[in-house]
């Protein structure tokens, strides 16, 4: 029998996790069976950390977008079938990847037709980010060839998703769906919150349909890639501890308070920048998220009781140079554990810019 392949795409920071969480619950109250897949171009991410903490299995992709990484893809399916026989996937792909219906869609549903029923390709966008990019609103946004991947996510896209409209009132919402409609009109738009629930079942139940047979978009894999080359990456792995019990949510909060005005002296637009810390007993998890330069970093989910030890992740994309990002990020990790008392080791730590993407695959057709 073959399993529902359900892969939610959209850019950085537009709330991919947190509706793939929504879309696993919602799956799992019809008693399905669901396994999630996280992928990102390095290791020691926040969005795994989230999804454990949520008690799905999960597999990881890392080192590279699913495009690139196809047979990984695959192998990771069948490792959580192994172990967890979902009857449906639900995949992330890095947020600054697209072409995934030529690249990814299309050679499953070729290659491993009878494993998965591929759904429906949707894109994701955070209201404010999109509002800008189309320029219905002014705001900081990214540079042109960050600009084009953004599009040509959008252009692929079977149903766009405006997440957030929590954030919106009603003539944002209808500007921005009449907008994005005018100017994609392959596809559907519905709007949605995924922290409040509101409207999603009517995406969910587009999701059960298959995937809309049409050519795939033309991309300029050139462009492409330097836009994916003006984004640096920062991943750090830290073990925290403390003599004395601390507000693991307030060290976040902290080391976001250092780290927001250093990015925005440089003119670093932020694409996301998220952290965890997860304290070494229990399944609690204090998450921090901040989505532009220009907005307020938030804590959406937050340890009940202080801790004396556990992990801390920090994952920063910006369009920024990355040695000038790791040292920024470094910096304000040892200055706040210095100044509250904790002894922060850092286990691992990266920095780069995204590398071409090569797919391994690329259907022209379904
Ligand atoms: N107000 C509001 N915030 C949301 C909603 N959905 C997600 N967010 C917030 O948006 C931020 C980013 O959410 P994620 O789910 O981590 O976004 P993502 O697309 O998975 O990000 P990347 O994996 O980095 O590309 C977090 O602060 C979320 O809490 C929503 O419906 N309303
Ligand atoms: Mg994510």
Request: negative net charge; proline residues 5%; hydrophobic residues 40%.
């Amino acid at each position: 029998m073959s399993a529902d392949y359900v892969m939610v795409g959209g850019f950085l920071g537009a709330g991919k996790t947190t509706a793939l969480l929504r879309l696993a619950e919602h799956f799992s109250a019809q008693g399905r069976r669901v396994g999630l897949i996280t992928n990102d171009q390095s290791h020691g991410l926040v969005d795994t950390a989230m999804v454990n903490a949520s008690g799905y299995p999960v597999e990881e992709i890392t080192g590279g977008c699913f495009c690139c990484r196809f047979n990984s893809l695959t192998d990771a399916a069948q490792r959580l079938t192994r172990d967890a026989r979902p009857d449906v996937f639900l995949a992330e792909p890095v947020g600054s990847c697209t072409d995934l219906r030529a690249t990814v869609q299309y050679p499953l549903r070729q290659m491993y037709g009878d494993d998965y029923r591929v759904a429906p390709l949707s894109v994701l966008v955070d209201p404010m980010r999109a509002a800008r990019m189309i320029g219905l609103e002014t705001g900081r946004t990214f540079s042109p060839k960050v600009q084009y991947i953004y599009e040509k996510q959008l252009e692929e896209a079977d149903l766009i998703v405006i997440n957030k409209s929590d954030l919106l009132s009603a003539e944002q919402r209808q500007s921005l769906a009449g907008a994005l409609q005018v100017r994609f009109p392959d596809a559907e738009v519905v709007t949605v919150s995924a922290r409040t629930g509101e409207n999603l079942d009517r995406w969910f139940s587009r999701l059960i349909g298959s995937l809309a047979a049409r050519p795939s978009m033309d991309v300029d894999y050139d462009t492409y890639a330097e836009g994916e080359a003006l984004l640096g990456w920062v991943n750090a792995t830290c073990r925290v501890t403390s003599p004395a019990p601390f507000d693991g949510n307030e060290c976040l909060r902290a080391i976001a308070a250092r780290i927001q005005p250093a990015l925005a002296a440089k003119g670093f637009e932020v694409a996301h920048f998220k952290m965890t810390l997860s304290p070494d007993t229990g399944n609690d998890l204090a998450v921090l998220n901040l989505v532009t330069i220009d907005g307020r970093a938030e804590s959406p989910h937050r340890l009940a009781d202080e801790v004396t030890d556990g992990e801390l992740l920090l994952n920063l994309r910006a369009e920024g140079d990355p040695g000038d990002l790791h040292t920024i990020a470094m910096t304000a990790l040892q200055a706040t554990a210095h100044a509250a008392g904790i002894a922060l080791t850092i286990e691992h730590s990266e920095h780069f810019r995204p590398g071409r993407p090569v797919p391994t695959h690329r259907m022209a057709t379904p």
